[in-house]
């Protein structure tokens, strides 16, 4: 599919997103999607720090798994993304198709931290966007498998500081690792480690 055409269906699948936001009052049918901007920076990010093992939590309806696995394209890389909502992979899985990147992305269905126990990896790029409360345990469980130079990111740290601040005080934890929030969209944290450290 050319640019300019999954760059629309980007567009259109948000819209769709935001609509069902708006109508549904149960939180679980939400899509959450990521916002635009900062959808668009980590597509960005990913290209130009030429990640290639990339492990997402939280897939919802695939809006942020297609900008994700859009960058993977073009840094010949593959995107491994994590769900506990059936429906919602089902719809990643239609929309992934309908931009021609499914191939690139490793749907999994269920709890994130045994998926994440089980997963072998090496990963150089994670990216929570899920449950923020068991991000911790998961952050933990991942540590064992990240490439020496990695980034971990993570939405919704000014959005919803109090329910993420536990996964930020893990971060704070880790050694050799350099942190900075983005105030872009939701609140973007980004943790660094080179291969130098």
Not at 34 to 44: D, K, Q, V
Not at 112 to 135: H, K, M, N, T, Y
Request: net charge negative; proline share 4%.
């Amino acid at each position: 599919m050319r640019e300019a055409d999954i760059r629309a269906f980007l567009t259109e699948l948000y819209a769709t997103g935001q609509r069902n936001d708006a109508q549904e009052q149960e939180r679980g049918k939400k899509m959450l999607n990521l916002e635009p901007e900062t959808a668009r920076f980590l597509n960005i990010f990913i290209r130009s720090s030429r990640r290639t093992h990339l492990l997402e939590i939280g897939t919802s309806n695939g809006y942020s798994t297609i900008w994700l696995a859009w960058a993977a394209s073009v840094t010949g890389g593959r995107v491994i993304s994590i769900d506990r909502d059936a429906h919602k992979q089902t719809l990643a899985d239609a929309n992934l198709r309908r931009v021609g990147l499914r191939e690139i992305v490793e749907l999994v269905y269920g709890d994130a931290a045994e998926i994440i126990a089980g997963l072998p990896g090496p990963f150089d790029c994670i990216f929570f966007d899920a449950d923020r409360s068991s991000a911790p345990v998961q952050l933990a469980l991942l540590m064992p498998k990240l490439t020496a130079d990695v980034f971990i990111l993570a939405d919704n740290v000014l959005s919803h500081p109090n329910e993420i601040a536990a996964y930020l005080k893990a971060l704070e934890a880790l050694p050799h690792f350099d942190r900075v929030i983005i105030p872009t969209g939701k609140g973007l944290s980004v943790a660094y480690r080179s291969a130098a450290s």
